[in-house]
C-alpha cells in the first residue's frame, strides 16, 4: 500500500488572508539565549506503515520570558543599590552563556539562589540550561521549584508546561497553564505554550475518519488564533510565526505554511547566528517531503541535524522518513539505526526500524534478478535477516505491552503476523535461490569445462596446423635447393660437353698454329 499523504484540506482564502499581514511585518527577532528554548512543534512527522498510521513523537520547545534578561539586564539607575549588586551578579551569568562557560554560569546561579533562594529568574536560568544538556528530569525539578515561588510565576509555570509536553504528560501540562488563570494565560510565552499544548494533543490515530478530521481541525483552529493574537502584541515574534506556519501546513495551506517558515528562517539569519532554529529547518523539510520533493526535504533535515551536530535522534528519524518515502530503504536504515545509537529505549525508532526491516525485506523479494545476476544471493541473505530482526522487533513490543509503547496493540499485533507469515516463504524462497545458484554454478562449470575442451582442441589443431606448415615449408626448401643444385649440375655438364665437342671439331687448330708462328718469328 501506498504511504499516506498529509491530509491537503485545500487553500482557504479567508485564513491565508487573515494571516498574510503577520507574515509581511516580521522583523528581526529579539535575541534570546542560545540555551532558551523555542516553541517549535514539528508540524507533520508521521511514518506510516502498510497497515497501520503510526505518529511519530512531535518536537518542540518551550520558551519562557526570562530570555529577556539577556539583552535587557537590569541596571542601577532603575533599581536601589542592593538589588544592583543581585542582577549585576545575575546578568555576569547571562554573559557567561554565550561564551560557552556553562559550569561558571551555573555555579554563579547556584551561589545566587543559596543567598536568595526566591530568585524565579535563576531557577529559570537552570532549569533552561539543564534541558539544553537534555536533562529533561533536572529541568523540571528546576521549573518546579520556579513555580512554587510567589504563588506561581507565569514564567515559571509556562516553562514547566514545555517539559511536561516533552515528557509526553500533557494531562500535567494543562495544569500549569490552568494554574496561571485567566489573566496570565494572556502572557504571550503563555500563550505560545498554551498553543504548544493545544498541538500536542492533536489526535494522530485514525485520522482517515471524519470525525477525527473535524476534531484535528479544532484543535488546530484553536492554536492558529492563539499564536495570531501573540503576533498581535509581537509581531517580530519568529516563535509564534512558526507555530502559524505550522497550523497552516496542517491545515493544508502550503505555500502559506512555507511562507512563515521562510521569514522565521530570514529572520533568525539576521542574528548572525545567534539564534538558531534547527526545528524550522523540519519544518521546511516537511513541506518538501509533502509535496513528494525528497532532495530538497533531505537537504532542509541534513542541515537541521547539523544545527544538532548530527545527535538529534528525533532528525535522524525524519531522514529516514524521507529516504523511506523515496524508496531507499537501505538508506533509512543506516539513518534509523544512527538514530538508535542515540537514543537506544526510544519505542518509535524500534518501531520505525522493524517497518523499514520489514519493506526492505518484502521489496527484495519481489525484485526480478536475471538468471545470472550475482547479487540475488547477497540481496536474499540480507532481506532473509532483516525480516527475522523485523519479527523480533514487533515481537519485543508486543511483550512490552500498550501503556509502555503507545502503540496500537491489534495493528502490531497484524505486523508481528505478517513478519511471522512471511519468514517461511522468505527462507523458502532463499532456498530456492542457493538452489538455483548452485545450479547455475554446476551448469557454468559444465559450460566452462566444455568451452576449455573446445579451447585446447581447437590449440591443438592451431598446433598441428603449425608443425604441418613448418614441414611443408621445410619439405619445399629442401626441394628448391635440389632443384638449383640440379641446375647448376646440367650447366656445368652442357659447359663441358661444348668445350669437349669444339676440341672434337677442330683437333689440330691449336698446334699447328703455334709452329707458324715461331718460324715467322726465327
Known amino acids: 500500500?501506498?504511504?499516506?499523504?498529509?491530509?491537503?484540506?485545500?487553500?482557504?482564502?479567508?485564513?491565508?488572508?487573515?494571516?498574510?499581514?503577520?507574515?509581511?511585518?516580521?522583523?528581526?527577532?529579539?535575541?534570546?539565549?542560545?540555551?532558551?528554548?523555542?516553541?517549535?512543534?514539528?508540524?507533520?512527522?508521521?511514518?506510516?506503515?502498510?497497515?497501520?498510521?503510526?505518529?511519530?513523537?512531535?518536537?518542540?520547545?518551550?520558551?519562557?520570558?526570562?530570555?529577556?534578561?539577556?539583552?535587557?539586564?537590569?541596571?542601577?539607575?532603575?533599581?536601589?543599590?542592593?538589588?544592583?549588586?543581585?542582577?549585576?551578579?545575575?546578568?555576569?551569568?547571562?554573559?557567561?552563556?554565550?561564551?560557552?562557560?556553562?559550569?561558571?554560569?551555573?555555579?554563579?546561579?547556584?551561589?545566587?539562589?543559596?543567598?536568595?533562594?526566591?530568585?524565579?529568574?535563576?531557577?529559570?536560568?537552570?532549569?533552561?540550561?539543564?534541558?539544553?544538556?537534555?536533562?529533561?528530569?533536572?529541568?523540571?525539578?528546576?521549573?518546579?521549584?520556579?513555580?512554587?515561588?510567589?504563588?506561581?510565576?507565569?514564567?515559571?509555570?509556562?516553562?514547566?508546561?514545555?517539559?511536561?509536553?516533552?515528557?509526553?504528560?500533557?494531562?500535567?501540562?494543562?495544569?500549569?497553564?490552568?494554574?496561571?488563570?485567566?489573566?496570565?494565560?494572556?502572557?504571550?510565552y503563555m500563550l505560545l505554550t498554551h498553543a504548544n499544548v493545544i498541538l500536542a494533543a492533536i489526535p494522530t490515530e485514525k485520522i482517515g475518519k471524519p470525525e477525527v478530521q473535524r476534531s484535528r481541525r479544532e484543535f488546530i483552529t484553536r492554536a492558529l488564533k492563539m499564536y495570531q493574537e501573540v503576533l498581535k502584541s509581537q509581531p517580530d515574534n519568529i516563535y509564534a510565526v512558526n507555530g502559524l506556519g505550522i497550523c497552516l501546513a496542517e491545515l493544508g495551506h502550503m505555500s502559506a505554511a512555507k511562507q512563515a517558515f521562510d521569514e522565521v528562517v530570514r529572520a533568525t539569519s539576521k542574528t548572525k547566528g545567534f539564534v538558531k532554529l534547527p526545528e524550522t529547518y523540519v519544518n521546511l523539510g516537511n513541506i518538501w517531503l509533502a509535496r513528494q520533493q525528497y532532495n530538497d526535504a533531505l537537504k532542509m533535515y541534513e542541515h537541521a541535524s547539523k544545527l544538532?551536530?548530527?545527535?538529534?535522534?528525533?532528525?535522524?528519524?525524519?531522514?529516514?522518513?524521507?529516504?523511506?518515502?523515496?524508496?531507499?530503504?537501505?538508506?533509512a536504515k543506516r539513518y534509523l539505526l544512527k538514530a538508535l545509537h542515540i537514543a537506544p529505549g526510544d519505542i518509535f525508532l524500534r518501531f520505525n526500524l522493524g517497518f523499514v526491516l520489514q519493506e526492505l525485506a518484502m521489496k527484495t523479494f519481489k525484485r526480478k534478478y536475471g538468471p545470472a545476476d550475482v547479487n540475488k544471493i547477497t540481496d536474499y541473505e540480507v532481506a532473509d535477516a532483516a525480516l527475522v530482526e523485523a519479527a523480533k522487533i514487533f515481537k519485543h513490543l508486543l511483550t512490552l505491552g500498550k501503556q509502555r509503547t503507545r502503540l496500537d496493540t491489534k495493528k502490531l499485533q497484524l505486523h508481528a503476523?505478517?513478519?511471522?507469515?512471511?519468514?517461511?516463504?522468505?527462507?523458502?524462497?532463499?532456498?530456492?535461490?542457493?538452489?538455483?545458484?548452485?545450479?547455475?554454478?554446476?551448469?557454468?562449470?559444465?559450460?566452462?569445462?566444455?568451452?576449455?575442451?573446445?579451447?585446447?582442441e581447437r590449440k591443438a589443431l592451431a598446433k598441428q596446423k603449425a608443425i604441418a606448415q613448418e614441414a611443408g615449408a621445410a619439405r619445399k626448401k629442401l626441394e628448391a635447393a635440389r632443384v638449383l643444385e640440379e641446375s647448376r649440375a646440367k650447366v656445368e655438364q652442357l659447359r663441358q660437353q661444348r668445350a669437349m665437342a669444339a676440341m672434337a671439331d677442330n683437333p689440330e687448330d691449336g698446334k699447328g698454329g703455334n709452329k707458324k708462328k715461331r718460324k715467322k718469328g726465327d
Open 417 to 456: 503476523d505478517y513478519c511471522q507469515k512471511q519468514l517461511p516463504a522468505a527462507a523458502a524462497q532463499y532456498q530456492a535461490a542457493l538452489e538455483e545458484s548452485k545450479l547455475h554454478e554446476q551448469q557454468a562449470r559444465v559450460t566452462q569445462m566444455q568451452l576449455a575442451a573446445a579451447d585446447a
Open 1 to 188: 500500500m501506498q504511504c499516506k499523504k498529509l491530509q491537503e484540506y485545500g487553500d482557504d482564502a479567508c485564513t491565508t488572508s487573515s494571516i498574510a499581514k503577520y507574515l509581511i511585518h516580521i522583523r528581526t527577532c529579539r535575541p534570546v539565549p542560545a540555551l532558551e528554548g523555542c516553541c517549535i512543534l514539528a508540524y507533520h512527522v508521521i511514518i506510516v506503515s502498510l497497515e497501520m498510521d503510526h505518529s511519530l513523537p512531535t518536537c518542540y520547545h518551550p520558551v519562557s520570558c526570562c530570555s529577556d534578561s539577556l539583552t535587557n539586564p537590569l541596571t542601577h539607575a532603575c533599581i536601589p543599590r542592593p538589588l544592583f549588586a543581585i542582577s549585576s551578579h545575575f546578568n555576569a551569568g547571562l554573559n557567561l552563556l554565550p561564551a560557552g562557560e556553562l559550569t561558571a554560569a551555573r555555579e554563579a546561579y547556584n551561589e545566587l539562589l543559596q543567598q536568595f533562594p526566591g530568585y524565579i529568574d535563576c531557577s529559570l536560568r537552570l532549569s533552561a540550561m539543564a534541558k539544553a544538556a537534555g536533562d529533561i528530569e533536572e529541568a523540571r525539578q528546576w521549573a518546579s521549584k520556579a513555580t512554587e515561588q510567589a504563588g506561581g510565576h507565569v514564567d515559571a509555570q509556562a516553562m514547566l508546561a514545555c517539559l511536561h509536553v516533552e515528557r509526553k504528560d500533557l494531562a500535567a501540562a494543562r495544569e500549569c497553564v490552568n494554574a496561571v488563570g485567566a489573566e496570565g494565560r494572556h502572557d504571550p
Open 308 to 331: 544538532y551536530n548530527h545527535k538529534n535522534a528525533q532528525i535522524l528519524l525524519y531522514i529516514a522518513r524521507a529516504q523511506h518515502d523515496a524508496g531507499d530503504q537501505l538508506a
